[in-house]
């Protein structure tokens, strides 16, 4: 078996084992094999699944070899977050707090991507609890991005984006509150799928602000991505914020594609404000889809400067609420409580948090407390309403909007982590999505002069998601993205 | 806010410990990003039509009734084509019955309560007994 296979795709890979061209047990050992000799240096996974995923992998075997019908991913490894419950295996969202908890159960996402014969590979690291843009709040050590290593992975989702950008294994999921999947697909040149709140199940996703995340793909292609979503996404009765809608997605023709004439808005108040790399290789694909016949208009978004405030202010007190379940009597690792009354057990235990999660926490209930819900969060909510509104009036004109990913290129690890702020302003590209429900999705689109990638952000209307595959696949044929590989690895 | 003893008041309430070496450092970074929540002061909407926003909705698309039921809430009635939203302070108005209890069917392992048996909660992970496993 040629030891290059995992450079290939999963949907070829799902081809190949289908086919009997090679066993799925050969493979999963490859891609332990390849994690064996690369994550020592990337730090993506918290946790391998190896003897579970051999097991699933003799089975499909089994069944190919007997002929018995089999799912849409057969045979495909897949890196989860650590912030979605995979049974039996460890689920820390990468704290100390939840070090050694086991989850009990399944997210849906989960079941379906079983169901679908796909293999669950381990546990990837993240920012704690999700709370971070660069992966390097986790009590597991920093995820070093693939391109270089001394430069930051991007986050939350930052294993997820890592462990796929260096080719351990093809797909990985991540989840998206602000940014958390585009952030990272941007920093590490994969792709990231935000969905349409409401579109795939939050079931056995650990929350930390419901009203704003959703779980969707990381992959090298938009193949890999269409055929995760079909997988995952649908109406799930344990989640009451699922929609009752049927979706599917497809890999359409690029000359079908472009025979939409697709209607582009460039929001260029925002590209203005990026690094000038970026603003340049931003404004060079949108030079792509002028000359292949695309209706491209520049346009703006108002209220843009009060979207990340609003952001904050929702996302920190909806933690606060969503982390006062961690209190070590349900979840959590042995502590013994002689000696402690109950209120200063729990404060002691929660003093496990990270400093960063510790912040928004106390950020959070500032929030909610008397006397200030007024005057923030109930404003924040209002500005809310008010950047839907806008995203409405532009979906009036256009298809999709078009803005960069990351207003900077990556930056050295440790580089910018002692000032909060200056990590939450990166974010002001990204939030506008979450606070809309709207789907967004994150390409490769080139490189700095240091070798550095850069990523575009494409945004359409809520259920538009085939059109941002669209978008996605022309550039994918153009520009050849899927190949672009990290030399070092 | 900010300085020691709100910080020390917050983590209180948040159940939260920091060291005393860090007090100081959390005070002053927690600051810094209130002062940036403190943006949306530039936000000038008008609070006066916005509040007024359901009250000038026209008679002909929006009508109120007095329901019968034990909470005597108003009841809302809107034509389809119109999208309505309660205001925000009115999303807060909940009360929390404090003589609500729950039984369990130790068969199903269903919980219901004793003053309504149509609520039935049906929880799905259960170990030794105690529901387990993040829920959203």
Not at chain 1, 106 to 113: E, M, S
Not at chain 1, 407 to 417: M, S
Not at chain 2, 94 to 112: A, I, M, P
Request: glycine share 6%; with cysteine.
């Amino acid at each position: 078996m040629s030891s290059d296979l995992f450079r290939l795709p999963g949907y070829i890979i799902s081809g190949k084992i289908k086919n009997q061209e090679i066993l799925a047990e050969d493979y999963i050992n490859l891609v332990y094999d390849r994690i064996n000799k690369i994550d020592v240096k990337i730090n993506s996974f918290i946790s391998k699944n190896y003897e579970a995923a051999i097991q699933k992998a003799r089975k499909i075997d089994k069944k190919i070899k007997n002929n018995e019908k089999t799912g849409s991913m057969v045979g495909i490894p897949i890196g989860i977050k650590d912030n979605i419950s995979v049974k039996g295996l460890k689920n820390t969202c990468a704290s100390k707090i939840l070090q050694g908890y086991e989850s009990p159960y399944d997210a849906t996402v989960i079941d379906r991507l079983k169901d679908q014969d796909a293999i669950i590979i381990g546990k990837l690291n993240m920012d704690e609890f999700g709370m971070g843009t660069t992966s390097e709040f986790s009590f597991y050590g920093e995820v070093h991005n693939p391109w270089n290593i001394d430069y930051v992975a991007g986050g939350s989702s930052g294993g997820s984006a890592a462990v796929v950008s260096s080719l351990q294994v093809p797909i990985s999921l991540g989840s998206d509150t602000g940014g958390s999947i585009r952030c990272p697909s941007s920093f590490c040149s994969v792709i990231g799928m935000k969905p349409t709140y409401g579109t795939v199940s939050r079931f056995g996703l650990v929350s930390y602000s419901n009203s704003l995340e959703q779980i969707g793909p990381i992959a090298k292609t938009v193949t890999d991505i269409v055929l995760t979503l079909n997988a995952i996404c649908g109406n799930d009765p344990n989640d009451n914020t699922t929609l009752n809608k049927q979706f599917e997605y497809k890999v359409n023709k690029i000359d079908e594609i472009l025979s939409k004439n697709y209607n582009v808005g460039v929001l260029n108040n925002l590209i203005h404000n990026s690094e000038e790399q970026v603003a340049k290789t931003i404004y060079d694909k949108i030079d792509m889809l002028k000359e292949n016949g695309f209706n491209v208009k520049d346009t703006s978004i108002n209220y843009s400067d009060f979207a990340l405030a609003a952001y904050y202010i929702i996302a920190t007190a909806e933690a606060s609420s969503n982390l006062s379940r961690f209190d070590n009597i349900r979840y959590g690792f042995d502590f013994d409580p002689e000696g402690y009354e109950w209120n200063s057990y729990s404060s002691h235990i929660r003093s496990n948090f990270g400093d960063e999660v510790k912040r928004r926490i106390l950020v959070g209930s500032f929030v909610l407390s008397a006397g200030y819900y007024g005057k923030y969060y109930l404003k924040a909510q209002k500005i809310r309403n008010i950047i839907k509104s806008e995203f409405n009036r532009l979906f009036k004109f256009f298809d999709v909007l078009v803005l960069p990913t990351m207003p900077i290129l990556p930056f050295k690890i440790g580089e910018r982590g002692s000032a909060p702020l200056e990590l939450y302003n990166l974010d002001i590209y990204t939030i506008l999505a979450n606070l809309a429900g709207i789907p967004a999705i994150s390409i490769p689109a080139g490189f700095s002069k240091e070798g550095l990638p850069i990523g575009l952000q494409i945004l359409s209307n809520e259920f538009n998601e085939q059109i941002l595959l669209d978008i996605a696949i022309f550039f994918e044929q153009k520009d050849k993205f899927s190949e672009w590989n990290p030399v070092p690895l | 806010m900010s300085d020691y003893y709100d910080i020390k008041k917050l983590c209180s309430l948040s159940r939260i410990e920091i060291d005393e070496s860090k007090i100081q450092q959390t005070s002053e970074k927690i600051k810094e990003i209130i002062s940036f929540f403190n943006k949306l002061d530039e936000f000038e909407l008008n609070e006066k039509e916005d509040n007024n926003a359901f009250e000038n909705l026209p008679q002909s698309i929006t009508t109120f009734t007095t329901t019968t039921a034990a909470s005597s809430d108003k009841e809302t009635k809107i034509d389809n084509y119109i999208k309505f939203e309660k205001k925000m302070n009115d999303l807060r108005n909940d009360e929390h019955n404090n003589k609500l209890t729950f039984f369990k069917d130790n068969n199903t392992n269903d919980v219901s309560t004793n003053n309504n048996s149509q609520f039935r909660f049906k929880f799905h992970n259960y170990k030794n007994g105690y529901v387990v496993g993040p829920r959203i």
